[in-house]
């Protein structure tokens, strides 16, 4: 058997992420994927099964990116404060987004296309254990998780976009501000 070229995948992820970035997700095929990367279309089926897997590996890919981005880690340690991991959760989110503002479109167009039979959202139990917990303990507003989460997501991906559109500097709005304004609508 032959093994798989990574960086074959990289190059199909990639060409996957510019459609998306460029038409959205729904316009992802992989005809489209193996002309840009420059293989035939049957090649894009050796790595992945098909659209739907495609699309669910540049979403991982995504999230992976977040978690190294240094702060995930501590979320389920019940050593630390729940409102030092929340601030974690929230700082993770808000690096990723203002060094890849893209990565947090990437992210939202594929969540809208319901390609999965498990929720996207569930793809994150981390944070969802995390989001579960500060809720119980009254940190947090007794809302559905899935709120708490698209409040972040939503708030820090606006900001980044507005920086990377040249609305204003990075700056101007520190991660204090941004953060005390994304707690002031999830805390309780």
Known sequence: MKKKDNTKITK???????????????????????????????????????????????????????KAMGRLETLNDSNIPVKIRIDNYIRSVFDYAIQHPDGLTLIEQIKMLNISEVSLYENNTIVINLLNEAISVGYLKNLPVNLHMTTV??????????????????QKYTYDAVAQMVLDALKA
Do not use: C, M, P
């Not at 790595?47 to 977040?66: G, H, M, T, V």
């Not at 606006?158 to 990075?170: C, P, S, T, V, W």
């Open 12 to 66: 199909i992820l990639d060409a996957t992420v510019q459609i998306i970035l460029h038409e959205g997700a729904a316009a992802v095929s992989t005809v489209k994927v193996a002309k840009i990367v420059g293989i035939a279309q049957s090649n894009v089926y050796l790595y992945f099964k098909n659209k739907n897997d495609l699309l669910l590996s540049a979403y991982n890919r995504e999230l992976e990116q977040i």
């Open 153 to 170: 997501f939503n708030v820090l991906h606006r900001h980044a976009l507005n920086i990377k559109e040249g609305l204003y500097d990075q």
